[in-house]
């Protein structure tokens, strides 16, 4: 016959433990557990505590790149260095490209509106879109550009650009889970997300997170709904759901996990 109830479990992840690590940033991670069948199925999970360095830099390969157009150079590219910048850095290098300084271009800083200025001695382009590469710039957020929009700035006019330069980086981690199917949704559509930590340390902080699990209450799930826990896998993305690069440095995750376990007995 058989006999099913709800128990939990704590499933600890550790980075450090090489066993685990299946790249060479740390994330995602896959621990072996070799849970065959559809015997043991995930009901709910939260996290118990976690602690994550914020090591995540608010300029990288997913936010550093920019082109400008001019009458004598035509389109430009400007890739940034991954790093953390503060605005006066971003600035200093932006205005030492060779893009800049062959068009005569110069980015200055309003402390007041806290906006970035354009200055440049011909009419001056922030494109948007590339046609023939099918690019779009990905620093529109970093120099306070309007996304979908050019942005023209006239030859020897400071031009003081429309939004504020948000340099603030990553704000949550959300882990995705190989398992959860918790049916999250987003406005990209529907994605695996078993929990969401909030960023609340600077830069070379460490995150500290816990959940006291105030109510211990079963949310009992249709097994349709249900997944099997074989060998699960846990990715740390940022809100565009891009993996998280953790630089080399270690985390630590305790989950609770509550499932259904069929046991077989002999009668």
């Not at 060779?98 to 980015?107: E, I, K, N, P, Y």
């Not at 953790?246 to 985390?251: P, T």
């Amino acid at each position: 016959m058989n006999h099913s109830g709800i128990h939990h479990m704590i499933v600890k992840i550790d980075s450090k433990k090489s066993i685990l690590n299946i790249t060479s940033k740390n994330n995602p991670i896959k621990i072996p557990i070799n849970n065959a069948g559809n015997d043991c199925n995930v009901q709910r999970m939260v996290i118990k505590s976690a602690s994550i360095p914020n090591v995540f830099y608010n300029v990288n390969t997913n936010n550093n790149y920019f082109f400008i157009n001019t009458l004598g150079q035509g389109r430009q590219y400007i890739t940034i260095p991954e790093g953390q910048y503060s605005i006066a850095e971003l600035i200093a290098y932006i205005n030492a490209t060779t893009a800049f300084t062959t068009a005569g271009a110069v980015l200055t800083f309003d402390s007041l509106k806290n906006k970035l200025i354009s200055t440049c001695g011909q009419i001056l382009t922030y494109e948007w879109d590339d046609n023939i590469l099918l690019l779009n710039p990905t620093a529109n957020i970093l120099l306070g550009l309007i996304n979908d929009q050019d942005f023209v700035v006239p030859a020897a006019i400071a031009t003081i650009h429309p939004h504020m330069s948000d340099l603030s980086g990553i704000r949550n981690i959300y882990i995705e889970t190989s398992f959860s199917k918790m049916n999250s949704l987003s406005d990209q559509g529907h994605s695996d997300i078993g929990a969401i930590i909030p960023i609340d340390q600077p830069f070379g902080g460490i995150v500290q997170y816990l959940n006291n699990e105030s109510s211990l209450d079963s949310v009992t799930r249709s097994t349709i709904y249900s997944q099997n826990m074989t060998d699960p896998q846990f990715t740390l993305r940022d809100v565009d759901g891009n993996v998280l690069n953790m630089n080399g440095l270690h985390y630590e995750i305790h989950w609770k996990m509550y499932m259904t376990h069929r046991e077989h007995i002999e009668m």
